[in-house]
Every structure is written in C-alpha cells, then in structure tokens.
C-alpha cells in the first residue's frame, strides 16, 4: 500500500508524517524506515525508527532513491513501512519523475508486503489521476 502526503508549503505535511511514522513504530509488526533530506526529525520520531539522510548516502535521482530503498528491502526483510520526506528534494527532480517514482514505490509495495507514505510539495490538483488515487 501507498499513501502520498501531497500540499503545498507550509500546509502541515511533515506533521502528518510524523504523526503517521510514531503510529506506525506503536502498531507495526515490523521495521520503520523513514529517508529523509536532511536531518529535521531526529527529535520529532520514536527512536525506533531507522532514519536514513539521503545527503549522507548521496542520494539525489530517482534510480538511487530506488536502489536505496532495494537494498534496504534486501538486507532487511522484517521492514513494514517506508516513509519518504520531501520527494522533490530528495531526488532532485519534478512532477513527471515524482509520479514514476509513486507508481514504483505502489509496485514495490504490493510485490513485498510493505506500506509506503510519501511527503510531496507540490498542488494536489495538478495530480495525475494515477497518483490521485493514493492521495490521503
């Protein structure tokens, strides 16, 4: 399953997150792992959670974003739930390439078993109905 946090600025969606990540440390019957850019919710999420600078990894396109996430999944089979903050910046990139990457991560997701929640910056009006549907 995927979910994706979408609004503009400002609008609350890395409180979502949090709030979202801490349920998910209390509730899930596996490993939570938040990739981040930056380090702004080390104070904010359980201490439970694997959090992952993607500017420590050098993470900043799409196909790296994917191979971390692999490899995550590769090296820990227990993870439940992937949080991604600030998809734009993490990866560098815009609309057409943040919806390719929403449309793997729903594949991924059902092909492993796992959830994923993913913060976007961007209007949810100009969403694809694709990436629509995932829209909470």
Excluded at 44 to 57: F, I, P
Excluded at 92 to 121: H, K, P, Q, Y
Aim: charged share 20%.
């Amino acid at each position: 399953m995927i979910q994706v946090i979408m609004g503009l600025k400002g609008s609350g969606k890395t409180k979502r997150l949090i709030d979202s990540i801490n349920e998910a440390v209390a509730n899930a019957q596996g490993d939570v792992v938040c990739v981040e850019y930056g380090k702004q919710l080390t104070y904010d999420v359980n201490y439970r959670v694997r959090l992952v600078n993607a500017k420590e990894y050098g993470i900043d396109n799409l196909d790296k974003l994917k191979g971390l996430i692999s490899g995550l999944h590769a090296g820990n089979f227990d993870i439940t739930n992937v949080y991604i903050d600030n998809l734009y910046k993490t990866i560098g990139a815009d609309r057409a390439l943040g919806e390719e990457f929403i449309l793997w991560c729903a594949a991924f997701a059902e092909a492993n078993n796992m959830n994923f929640t993913v913060t976007v910056s961007d209007d949810p009006a100009g969403a694809s109905d694709a990436v629509k549907a995932y829209l909470v």
